[in-house]
């Protein structure tokens, strides 16, 4: 093979990977945040979460993509170990598609398609149709980068050291290998597939040599996730593992039938006898299938098995407890007065989380501690997921055949979720306040800093009272808890006062003024909410 030989066929790979790329993000830009949306709506039905997941990976043409979505939606809290195998399950039957559309020779009618997609992409001012002229146009670079391949390595058939390189993958476990390495190269299973068939296509490579080639390439499919998980928590990093570990079994499965019935493969080329394109395709396919009918029955052991290798920390299980519900774990049979008895205890519950965020918010801006910064952000994501179960349960709750004092009371306590929840993002606002006091080396004054000090201690006796009042409808406790409330708007218009005063003398710099108006806000604003959750369930609220 000649330099411009190679330079072709570099630009084929190269323009099938773009064509992949644009085809991928047309598809995505298309559906919207509809596929984020499909996967965080994928319930604990784990067959369910399968067909999501293989639906998903079908739509945007990247196993990787829904992978990568699948350990951030497990990262952020949102989808389970269980939830997320399913899915995972699932892209790896839709990734096979590529292979199949692949296995047909469109390369004569690519520079067609290629035209009308740019067209419609270049000319349409609608949004949803340049979107679908990406697609389109991507999948007319996707064959025509096919095309450029084929001819480039016609002269390869003739080359006799290329030749010797293929020898050597004669080898079942080279040949693994090999497959394992060239799809972490190009991060793309189905990319390497494709190419691999485009060799068999052109006489490069037989069958026997493919299909070994199509496991490893299963296996190095990983290799965007593992590169995604480092910077994610442990849970992340286990939904990685969870993947690797799943392509691994999927591997071995595989090998031992292959070795234990030689004529499944005849089976499989037998569908197909005269197109090895189709018969790599196929076996890309039922490959994919079998792995998840046998594996789909142990799922529960794959996770357990993820558990093991990264375990989990005491403050892992506490997150797990946290964003589950305690007390709301039947709502159906049961009398209406223990039905809301349960919804208050677990929005009490949801209440003392999103305290205890606040306090470490206060701590973390004092000690200007990075690591409580961070406990607070997964602490403020725990009392949002919290808030999302309870409300649900809240809403069903309101389905029920209850009296309009009891349906007035769930509305309330709907009010009353919904105030906790902003408790936790404004002590999320203060952890990051913390981050801009570093980065930009505010300092404040002794004054500001013990007056934040004296404000924070108001709030937080703000929202003990409330809670106390809440949980127990110790309503009698109602003047104190608007007695508390009055104090923090005092001390807050006190503060402030005495906050631009310092400025306008020079005693304060403007950029730690700033994250002190912003603390001194949220806090006071933290009591109003606690307040709410204080009078939400009293008939006479003294206000």
């Known amino acids: ?39 965080d709506h994928a319930t604990s039905n784990r067959l369910i979460s399968v067909l999501i997941g293989a639906a998903v990976t079908l739509l945007i043409q990247s196993s990787s993509a829904t992978d990568m979505m699948v350990i951030s939606f497990v990262n952020s809290g949102l989808m389970s170990l269980t939830q997320a195998i399913g899915v995972i399950m699932g892209a790896n039957i ?35 149709l340049k979107h679908i002229g990406a697609i389109i146009m991507g999948f007319g670079m996707l064959f025509f980068g096919i095309s450029v391949i084929k001819t480039a390595i016609v002269p390869l058939s003739e080359s006799e050291s290329f030749i010797s390189f293929l020898a050597g993958l004669e080898n079942p476990a080279i040949a693994i290998l090999f497959g394992v390495a060239f799809t972490a190269l190009l991060q793309s299973s189905s990319s390497s597939v494709v190419i691999f068939q485009t060799f068999a296509v052109q006489g490069l490579i037989n069958y026997q040599m493919a299909v070994y080639l199509i496991i490893g390439a299963a296996i190095g499919s990983v290799t965007p996730n593992i590169l995604a998980s480092l910077t994610t928590n442990r849970n992340g990093k286990r939904t990685a593992v969870l993947n690797l570990l799943f392509n691994l079994i999927r591997a071995g499965i595989i090998l031992a039938l292959i070795s234990l019935f030689p004529g499944f493969l005849r089976a499989i080329q037998n569908l197909t006898p005269n197109s090895i394109g189709h018969q790599i395709a196929n076996t890309h396919t039922i490959f994919a299938i079998l792995a998840v009918l046998i594996e789909f029955p142990f799922a529960g052991k794959i996770c357990t098995l993820s558990e093991k290798i990264i375990p989990l920390l005491p403050e892992e299980n506490k997150k797990i407890a946290d964003r589950k519900l305690m007390y709301m774990v039947q709502n159906t049979d049961l009398p209406s007065s223990l039905a809301l008895y349960q919804a208050r205890l677990e929005i009490t519950r949801q209440g003392k989380i999103a305290r205890d965020c606040l306090q470490d918010a206060i701590d973390c801006f004092f000690r200007q501690d990075d690591h409580l910064a961070a406990v607070v952000i997964e602490t403020e994501t725990t009392v949002d997921i919290l808030t999302a179960k309870i409300m649900d349960r809240l809403i069903a709750l309101r389905s029920m055949d209850y009296t309009p004092h009891e349906l007035s009371q769930i509305s309330q306590m709907m009010l009353a979720a919904s105030d906790i929840e902003r408790i936790s993002d404004y002590a999320e606002n203060i952890a990051e306040y913390e981050g801009q006091y570093k980065t930009r080396k505010a300092v404040l004054s002794d004054a500001g800093s013990q007056e934040l000090r004296t404000l924070s201690e108001a709030t937080l006796r703000s ?63 933290c009591s109003d909410h606690a307040i709410n959750v204080a009078c939400s369930l009293s008939e006479n609220p003294v206000m």
């Open 463 to 525: 929202i003990d009272c409330a809670l106390d009042i809440f949980e127990h409808e110790n309503f009698a406790r109602l003047p104190e808890a608007e007695q508390l409330e009055q104090e923090v708007d005092t001390l807050y218009d006190q503060f402030v006062n005495a906050h631009i005063h310092r400025l306008m003398k020079g005693e304060c710099n403007p950029v730690s003024g700033v994250i002190f108006t912003d603390m001194s806000s949220g806090l006071e604003r």
């Open 94 to 128: 839709g990734t096979t598609v590529t292979a199949q559309i692949t296995a047909f020779n469109l390369g004569a009618y690519a520079p067609l398609i290629l035209f009308l997609g740019a067209a419609i992409f270049l000319f349409m001012k609608e949004n949803t």
């Open 1 to 39: 093979m000649t330099i411009f030989g190679f330079f072709s066929l570099m630009g084929g790979v190269g323009l099938f990977l773009y064509g992949m790329s644009v085809m991928s993000t047309g598809l995505k830009n298309a559906a919207g945040d509809k596929m984020k949306l499909i996967l």
